[in-house]
């Protein structure tokens, strides 16, 4: 077989034929080459045969607009054979063409012995993200193989002298609620855990046991800080011991490895991270669990886990990180008298990396600290040292403007309605967006509820409202190719700006005009379905979109962490798989019929 | 013309009648036949053919379904050398014909087509040196070298350039994709590629 036709295989549909096909395939595949502006299927003609792109660009119109574009590796013609439907679509070369060609009848033929070939062509955009998704759990499980023993994950050691009484060394133990004790001998240490206990209980009077080091376990296995944590895995199960401690490159020791946190990092990271936020006594400590969330967050990804549920142990822990930080930073006092709010992505609890931080804090009427401004720059500093850039549009809590009483708010949002100028409707979104994550919630419900009530008595305030959704063009509708940015992000596209914003946005808008309370996009667009102003073809449609999007730039996020990369929300074309830019094409598609359903409703386009 | 005259010359010597349609003068137009031989070596004399790999192109079309992938049985055994470069091993000559057949082959799949390859001159001596004692003829056909017409097209964009002519290079320029393996067939069709994408394109930057 040709190496060109082999080629072909890691693709789908490809990949899902064996090696009959092929002989099949390479007994029918022509090779082609057309010129720039050759029309290879009419719109309205008949389609005889199925194209896979080899090289060039091939763009299909659907009258003059353009509906997909076909790179390498694409396939096009497929469906409307099966279908035997004239097209619905013009395929135009946009870029000289080399491409092979299946003949209908074998292609026919091929459906046929290959159900799942066939099935391909009539797959939906979450059909193609399992496949993907199966790729990428097929890809780097190794991420997490790779993870090696740090103090993080290290219990804080209860070190004993080997000349303390039994039992007041077992009295350290349950003071400090620790599982295991380790004993200072002269030379080296030794460990008491519950196997050693029940010794003690059972011999204590025959063989005259004391002093601790009586029942310890000596020497001590232990490894180095550094270690794969895998191999402590091994090597824990191997010598069947549940604790061990760990040593630093001077024989000190730096705490001990517990097997159960081991095994939890292995099939979850989340709940370790999230019992170690709870048992924080401290900012430092706060900050040092949270700093490991990304880890998590990558071998989730790598495990194939959806970004959306992703985003929602994020959101989780996070939760639990902000109530922490909130009790161990705000003096007692202030904690009955306000809000704190989280803002933007994170308030919808769609942010999976940290981007930067978004939050804000309520005051009660009448309530309004001197020293605000110190705490808050603790929380910021705090915050900063976990991993959240500063907001590049100030919207934190150190900026007076996010730091006000309810009524101060109030005023606000009489004057964002007054004016609607861009900056304003960017903080009305902003401030709609919110979510108390800690503190008073009755305070942020008031709030909300003045922002329905003097959005729905204005007349036209929500319509200006959605028309920032105009101003971002899709990457398919506008440009004739897939790529649209140049410069620096060459054969990028911003998926934030070109297709994310659209639903989101859209969402948003809907949200504030019926009501909605809830601020996570996908649950807007459920309740925007149970309302009726969403079909269920529609809703479904987009929230498949949103979890293609999501996903494709939690991905490239990921990767550009891996690479030590400024992480933006460009995805690039260039390197991506079909399956990847169907999707992409897909989702792309469909925030853009969103936005023409937002633009339709609010009359857009009569607004100056 | 000279040319009419070995063309006659050599049509006299056919010895095997089956051949004749290589002389018809009826050439089918916008087909030709792309080909590619492995080789144990450069040496025309010495060397031997161990695989040919051809295609024809209709109009816009390599017609890769039914491509023609000859291998040769060899009298000795492949060196080293050789088989590093072309991969083909010993044991890979399993499927091998006798080479009278593979010429059989090749001429009833040419037919009085036109021939493209590239650095085709080395390729058609090499069948030469096989069909003109087979069959007392050498090839007929009218040959199209491919990396001058890639010359032509490149000299118009740079006058006075050195224009580098190597395989890969023509590949890279003509934004085809580069493949790793260098069978005769693979070679053959990347030509073929080659050929449809520089008879459609005026000159190359």
């Known amino acids: ?608 | 013309m000279l040319s009419t005259f070995f063309r006659r010359q050599n049509e006299k010597s056919l010895k095997d009648e089956r051949f004749a349609p290589l002389f018809d003068k009826n050439v089918p137009k916008d087909e030709c036949v792309v080909f590619d031989t492995e080789t144990t070596g450069l040496d025309k004399r010495r060397d031997s053919i161990i695989s040919i790999g051809a295609v024809k192109v209709k109009q816009n079309k390599i017609l890769s379904n039914e491509a023609l992938n000859i291998l040769i049985k060899q009298d000795s055994l492949i060196n080293k050398e050789s088989i590093k470069i072309h991969m083909i091993r010993n044991c890979d000559l399993e499927a091998a014909v006798d080479i009278k057949e593979a010429m059989e082959e090749f001429l009833f799949f040419i037919g009085n087509r036109t021939l493209v390859g590239y650095y085709l001159e080395f390729d058609v001596a090499m069948i030469d040196k096989y069909i003109k004692p087979l069959f007392g003829i050498k090839l007929p056909n009218k040959q199209v070298e491919v990396s001058a017409m890639y010359y032509d097209k490149k000299i118009k964009f740079i006058p006075q350039g050195n224009i580098d002519l190597r395989f890969d290079t023509i590949l890279k320029n003509l934004c085809l994709p580069k493949l790793n393996s260098h069978d005769a067939l693979n070679d053959a069709i990347m030509t073929a590629m080659m050929y449809l994408k520089l008879k459609n394109i005026e000159k190359i930057k």
């Open chain 1, 1 to 608: 077989m040709t190496e060109l036709l082999k080629n072909l295989h890691p693709h789908p549909p490809f990949s899902l034929v064996d090696e009959k096909a092929f002989i099949l395939l390479e007994h029918s595949m022509q090779i082609a080459y057309y010129p720039d502006d050759t029309i290879l299927i009419d719109q309205g003609g008949v389609c005889d045969r199925v194209y896979i792109v080899i090289k060039g660009a091939v763009e299909s119109f659907r009258d003059e607009e353009v509906v997909n574009i076909y790179h390498e590796n694409d396939i096009f013609g497929g469906e409307e054979i099966l279908k035997e439907q004239p097209s619905k679509e013009r395929y135009l070369v946009t870029q000289e063409l080399i491409c092979y060609e299946l003949e209908k009848e074998p292609f026919l033929q091929l459906c046929e012995n290959y159900p799942s070939f066939k099935e391909y062509f009539f797959s939906s955009i979450i059909q193609k993200i399992e496949l993907i998704k199966q790729k990428k759990e097929f890809a780097s499980m190794s991420d997490i193989m790779l993870a090696r023993v740090e103090r993080s994950i290290l219990h804080k050691p209860c070190v004993v002298t080997h000349d303390m009484p039994i039992k007041e060394a077992l009295q350290i133990m349950q003071d400090q609620g620790v599982n295991s004790l380790l004993v200072k001998n002269i030379k080296g240490y030794g460990i008491v855990t519950d196997a050693d206990l029940r010794y003690f209980i059972l011999n204590e009077e025959r063989k005259n046991l004391k002093v601790i080091s009586d029942i310890q376990s000596y020497p001590i296995l232990s490894l180095r800080e550094g270690a794969y944590l895998f191999s402590a895995l091994l090597f824990m199960t191997k010598n069947s011991i549940k604790h061990m401690p760990i040593l630093d490159d001077e024989e000190n020791i730096l705490g001990s490895l517990e097997l159960i946190d081991i095994m939890s990092f292995f099939s979850n990271q989340s709940y370790l991270l999230s019992t170690q936020i709870d048992k924080a006594s401290s900012i430092e400590e706060v900050v040092d669990a949270a700093s490991r969330l990304d880890i998590m967050i990558s071998s989730l990804y790598t495990k194939g886990v959806k970004s959306r549920y992703i985003a929602k142990l994020v959101n989780e822990i996070n939760t639990k990180m902000y109530n922490k930080l909130f009790m161990l930073i705000f003096p007692e006092s202030w904690r009955s008298k306000m809000a704190l709010l989280l803002l933007g992505s994170e308030a919808r609890a769609e942010q999976i990396l940290r981007t930067d931080q978004d939050n804000a804090i309520i005051f009660e009427d009448g309530f309004e600290p001197k020293d605000a401004e110190e705490y808050c720059d603790i929380f910021y500093d705090t915050l900063e040292k976990i991993g959240y850039p500063r907001c590049a549009g100030n919207v934190m809590l150190t900026n007076p403007k996010w730091r006000q009483s309810l009524s101060g708010y109030k005023h606000a949002i009489n004057e964002w309605i007054d004016n609607p100028i861009q900056k304003n409707l960017i903080d009305m979104a902003t401030l709609f967006d919110s979510r108390v994550i800690a503190g008073r919630e009755d305070l942020h419900k008031i709030l909300i509820d003045y922002m329905f009530e003097s959005t729905a008595n204005s007349a036209n305030i929500i319509r200006y409202f959605a028309k920032p959704i105009e101003s971002f063009e899709s990457a398919l509708g506008l440009f004739s190719q897939f790529v649209t940015a140049t410069g620096e992000h060459k054969n990028e596209i911003d998926i934030k700006k070109t297709a994310l914003f659209l639903i989101v946005h859209g969402a948003r808008v809907l949200a504030l005009e019926n009501g909605i309370r809830t601020t996570n996009t996908y649950d807007r667009i459920k309740e925007l379905n149970n309302l009726g102003f969403l079909n269920r073809e529609d809703s479904r449609d987009i929230l498949q979109a949103l979890i293609a999007i999501n996903t494709l730039r939690l991905g490239a996020q990921l990767k550009k962490r891996e690479n030590g990369e400024h992480i933006d929300n460009y995805v690039s074309i260039e390197n991506m798989g079909k399956m990847d830019k169907d999707m992409l094409k897909d989702a792309l598609k469909t925030a853009e019929k969103f936005k023409q359903i937002v633009s339709y409703h609010f009359k857009l386009s009569s607004l100056g």
